[in-house]
């Protein structure tokens, strides 16, 4: 089973993982590829495996990405190899993929893959505060994009407006357990 989390920046993805990473064993997380440079609040093993623009562009022409898209100017891609891990029924792989990447993402993703898609909102407002507070030096770039990525909104099988992380976790926590039944 796969699971994608999506929805704008700042509305708390990585931190919705995170939780509930620790929250179930069961859960792996995939590194993506990404010419965006580590954020402070990120640890040395991030969840990315962070490439100059160089060393993205030549996994391009490698055909080393299974799939890959710009976004505020930064590269972000999957490996060929991590697809291998969704194919393998025992595991449960969740990751944060841009709303552009979700549609071509999953419609490149062979059949047997179970892929759950999880578009995660909030209030404009709460977004560039939770920017702010995580140092981001682009807000004003990444709110540009509001409207445009909640035009995404109905490719996904879920919207859930994270406002409490509680309880958009144990929103999750429920949809998974309904598709692994």
Known sequence: MFIIVSGCSGVGKNTVIRELLKRNPKLQMYKTCTTRGRRDTELVSSDYIHLTREEFENKIKNNELFEH????????????????????????????IGVEGQKSF????????????????????????????????????????????????????????????????????????????
């Open 69 to 96: 898209e710009e976004i505020h100017g930064n590269l972000y891609g999957t490996l060929n190899s991590s697809v291998e891990l969704m194919k393998d029924k025992k595991n449960i792989i969740i990751k944060d």
């Open 106 to 181: 999953v419609s490149k993703l062979p059949k047997d893959v179970q892929v759950i898609s999880i578009f995660l909102d909030a209030p404009k407002d709460e977004l560039i505060n939770r920017l702010i507070g995580r140092g981001e030096p682009n807000i004003e770039k990444r709110i540009q994009r509001y409207e445009y990525e909640n035009s995404f909104k109905e490719n996904f099988d879920y919207v859930i407006n994270n406002v409490d992380l509680l309880s958009t976790v144990e929103q999750i926590e429920k949809i998974i357990e309904t598709h692994l039944k």
